[in-house]
Nanobody, 124 residues
Framework: QVQLVESGGGSVQAGGSLKLSCEASSRIYGSYCMGWFRQVPGKEREGVARIDSGVGRQYYTDSVKGRFTISHDKDKSTLQLQMNSLKPEDTAMYYC?????????????????WGQGTQVTVSS
């Protein structure tokens, strides 16, 4: 069982930046995908960014392209999300997740491990 712990959330004004981090309790071996999701109360959880452990290919939801960057350090078992030019609509609880296969789907049932989340609040 792998535990994921997020950090780095907080409050920022629109246009500002935050960097989220996620640390895994143990290294994941083989092909896997790591990603960030976010959820606003009353809405479904949505995928934000994901990255393949092997080739490092990155995927982003359209609303964050050009503003967010996902990165992964396999040796340290950490995942980061650099968020720039933040907007009030980015306000949400952000979750780190791991999928024990190459990146294939945003569908939540296909992700094996989840963190507890870290809150991001962007004020206008």
């Amino acid at each position: 069982q792998v535990q994921l712990v997020e950090s780095g959330g907080g409050s920022v004004q629109a246009g500002g930046s935050l960097k989220l981090s996620c640390e895994a309790s143990s290294r994941i071996y083989g092909s896997y995908c790591m990603g960030w999701f976010r959820q606003v109360p009353g809405k479904e959880r949505e995928g934000v960014a994901r990255i393949d452990s092997g080739v490092g290919r990155q995927y982003y939801t359209d609303s964050v392209k050009g503003r967010f960057t996902i990165s992964h350090d396999k040796d340290k078992s950490t995942l980061q999300l650099q968020m720039n030019s933040l907007k009030p609509e980015d306000t949400a609880m952000y979750y780190c997740a791991a999928q024990l296969s190459q990146c294939s789907s945003w569908a939540q049932y296909s992700w094996n491990y989840w963190g507890q989340g870290t809150q991001v609040t962007v004020s206008s």
